[in-house]
């Protein structure tokens, strides 16, 4: 008798996990977002559900349920997912309205305030990293040269015009 008031006590004051699903017990919109990204790519390469779950060591069934959004994707899969459809992981969440953005699970449970913006350091733009990435790929260290002054004229250029 006494075990199973525990119990009811427990299960009364346990906190209820969404799981980042809507209040209306959906599947969060950015969840549903990243499985359709998951299901576009895949069908691009010609892969079949079945074949890209032995990739992953899953059941089509744990596929199809990533690509509606019923399951969501933790970390490790989508590093996982990125590598066998080759793509980088920012893939799975370009071309995210930005109605989608704002149902974010965060943003849902009421906690708006946005945290710290780092946009205004350039350093840490995915445009800066590919574009020092394409500069290093130059092996020729004139042409190189070259590329960095035509970059810093158009950059004064600007600084004038503005």
Do not use: C, W
């Amino acid at each position: 008798m006494i075990s199973t008031a525990n119990n009811e006590l427990k299960s009364s004051t346990r906190r209820v996990s969404s799981r980042g699903r809507t209040p209306g017990g959906k599947p969060n919109p950015i969840d549903v977002h990243v499985g359709a990204r998951v299901r576009l790519r895949r069908t691009l390469m010609g892969m079949s559900q079945e074949k890209l779950g032995e990739a992953l060591g899953l059941t089509f069934q744990q596929v199809q349920k990533y690509e509606r959004g019923a399951n969501r994707v933790g970390a490790s899969r989508l590093f996982d997912l990125s590598r066998v459809l080759d793509v980088p992981v920012s893939f799975f969440f370009d071309d995210m309205s930005e109605a989608v953005e704002a149902l974010s699970p965060r943003l849902i449970s009421g906690l708006a305030e946005e945290p710290a913006s780092f946009d205004a350091d350039p350093m840490t733009k995915r445009e800066t990293l590919e574009l020092v990435r394409a500069y290093y790929r130059i092996t020729d260290p004139h042409v190189r040269k070259r590329v960095l002054d035509l970059a810093k004229a158009l950059g004064a250029v600007t600084e004038v015009s503005e």
